[in-house]
C-alpha cells in the first residue's frame, strides 16, 4: 500500500512538473520570436548536458554507495562533493576556452551575462539534484520531489506570467533569468525543508577527526572515483546524442529550427517524464534487493516493465492522435506533427525494455553498458549528421530513435547472456 502511494506521488509529481514545464514552453513560443526561442531552447539543451558532465556520475554513485553505515554513506558524500567542485572549475575554464566551437552552431553575439546566467543555472541544478539523490536513496520522496517537480515549475509559470503581463520584453535573456530565478526557489525550498540533515552533515564532516568516522582515505578516495566515471561515462554517454542533434540542427539547419525540434523533444518528454517516474522510485530498490536475491530483483524489474510498457504505451497513442493540435498550441507546421511523432515512439522504446541499463549496473555490469551507450552515441552522432543534411530535422528525429533502439536493444542482449550464464552455473 506504501508503495502504491510513494510511486502515485512520484508519477503525479512528476507529471505535474513536466506539464507545468510545457505550459512554460508554450508560453515561451508565443511570447517569444522565432530566433530567441531557437537560442533559449540551444542553452537549456547545453545546460541539461552540462549538469550531466558536473554531476560526475553523482546519482549512481549515492544511490550504489548507500550503507546502513552513517560514516560510509557521509564519506562518499564528501568525495562526491569535492568531485563535482573540481569538474565545474574545470567546465568553466573549458566553455571559456573553446566557446567559439560550442557555439559555432547558434547565431548570437556572447556577453559575459550570458556565461554567468549559463553558471549561475547550471550550479543550482546540480545542486538541486544532490538534494533529490540523498533523499531518494534514503527513501524520503516527498522532500525529494517537492522543490524540483512541485516549486521549480509553479515559479516558472508564475514568472512568465507576471512578465507578460508587467509588459516587459520576453527575449533570451529574460526567459533565461526566469529559469535562474525558478531553481533558486526550488534549491531555497528544498534546502529549508532539509536544514537538519544538511546542518547535521555539516557539524559531522567539521568535528569528526576519527578516520573511522570519515574515511577519506587515498583507497575510499580512488574506489568512488572509479565508481563516479563509470556511472559519468555512462550518463553523458547517454546524453550527448540529444545535444549533439540540437547542435547539428542549428549548424545545418537556423536558430528557428533548434526551437521546432527541442519543442517536439520535450513534447515527447513529456511521454519519458512517466517512465523516468516509475524509475525513480524502482530503480533505488535494485541494489537492496540484488543484495538479497537475484530472483527477487529479477521480479521487481518485470514488474516495472510492465508497468512501464503499459502506461507509456496509453500516454504515447494519446499523444500521437493529439499531435496535430500540440503542434497549433506551439504554432507549428502541420508537416512537423510526423516529427513529434517519430520521437514520442522514441521514448515508447525506452520504456519498452524498462530500466535494463541500471539492471546491469546493479549486477555489477557497468563496462557493458558503457560500451551500449558508446554505440548509442556514435550512431546517434553519425546518423544525426548525415540525416539532418538530407532530411532536416525529420533525419535529426530518426537518428534519435534508432540510437535510443541501438542502445536498448544491447543492453538487453547483454542481460539475456548473464541469465544464460547463471543457469548454465545451476545446470
Not at 102 to 119: E, K, M, Q, V
Not at 218 to 224: C, E, L, M, P, S
Not at 355 to 382: C, E, M, P, R, W
Request: contains cysteine; hydrophobic residues 55%; aromatic residues 14%.
Amino acid at each position: 500500500m506504501i508503495d502504491r502511494i510513494i510511486t502515485s506521488y512520484s508519477i503525479l509529481s512528476r507529471i505535474y512538473s513536466a506539464g507545468l514545464s510545457y505550459l512554460f514552453l508554450l508560453l515561451l513560443a508565443i511570447l517569444m520570436n522565432n530566433n530567441d526561442f531557437g537560442l533559449y531552447n540551444f542553452f537549456i539543451a547545453l545546460v541539461v548536458f552540462s549538469v550531466y558532465i558536473v554531476s560526475f556520475g553523482m546519482e549512481s554513485t549515492i544511490i550504489f554507495s548507500k550503507n546502513n553505515e552513517k560514516r560510509n554513506d557521509n564519506s562518499t558524500l564528501v568525495i562526491v562533493l569535492i568531485q563535482m567542485s573540481l569538474i565545474f572549475i574545470l567546465y568553466i575554464i573549458f566553455t571559456n576556452l573553446f566557446s567559439f566551437a560550442i557555439f559555432s552552431a547558434i547565431d548570437i553575439n556572447l556577453t559575459l551575462y550570458h556565461y554567468l546566467i549559463l553558471y549561475a543555472i547550471i550550479l543550482l541544478q546540480v545542486t538541486q539534484a544532490l538534494i533529490r539523490v540523498i533523499n531518494q536513496s534514503k527513501e524520503r520522496f516527498i522532500k525529494a520531489f517537492l522543490g524540483e517537480f512541485i516549486v521549480r515549475p509553479t515559479v516558472l509559470v508564475i514568472a512568465c506570467i507576471y512578465v507578460y503581463l508587467a509588459n516587459y520584453e520576453v527575449n533570451l535573456y529574460t526567459a533565461m533569468v526566469i529559469y535562474g530565478i525558478s531553481l533558486l526557489f526550488s534549491v531555497t525550498i528544498s534546502s529549508i525543508l532539509d536544514i537538519k540533515n544538511i546542518i547535521k552533515f555539516i557539524l559531522f564532516v567539521l568535528i569528526s577527526k576519527n578516520k573511522n568516522d570519515l574515511d577519506l582515505s587515498k583507497q575510499k578516495i580512488v574506489q568512488t572515483t572509479k565508481r563516479s566515471f563509470r556511472y559519468f561515462l555512462i550518463q553523458v554517454l547517454n546524453q550527448a546524442p540529444t545535444f549533439f542533434l540540437v547542435y547539428f540542427v542549428g549548424m545545418i539547419g537556423s536558430n528557428e529550427k533548434i526551437g521546432v525540434f527541442r519543442a517536439l523533444s520535450q513534447t515527447a518528454s513529456l511521454v519519458g517524464f512517466i517512465f523516468r517516474a516509475i524509475e525513480g522510485i524502482y530503480n533505488p530498490k535494485f541494489r537492496n534487493l540484488y543484495l538479497k536475491s537475484y530472483n527477487d530483483l529479477t521480479e521487481v524489474f518485470n514488474i516495472q516493465i510492465k508497468l512501464s510498457r503499459k502506461i507509456t504505451g496509453v500516454a504515447v497513442f494519446i499523444a500521437c492522435v493529439l499531435s496535430p493540435l500540440l503542434l497549433w498550441f506551439l504554432k507549428f507546421d502541420i508537416v512537423y506533427s510526423w516529427v513529434l511523432i517519430i520521437l514520442l515512439n522514441a521514448q515508447l522504446i525506452n520504456a519498452m525494455f524498462g530500466s535494463n541499463d541500471y539492471f546491469l549496473v546493479t549486477l555489477g555490469h557497468d563496462k557493458k553498458v558503457i560500451n551500449a551507450a558508446v554505440y548509442q552515441s556514435l550512431s546517434a552522432i553519425i546518423l544525426g549528421f548525415i540525416f539532418t543534411q538530407i532530411l532536416g530535422i525529420y533525419g535529426t528525429s530518426l537518428a534519435l530513435l534508432f540510437s535510443f533502439c541501438v542502445y536498448r536493444v544491447i543492453c538487453e542482449i547483454y542481460i539475456k547472456q548473464h541469465q544464460k550464464k547463471i543457469l548454465l552455473e545451476i545446470s
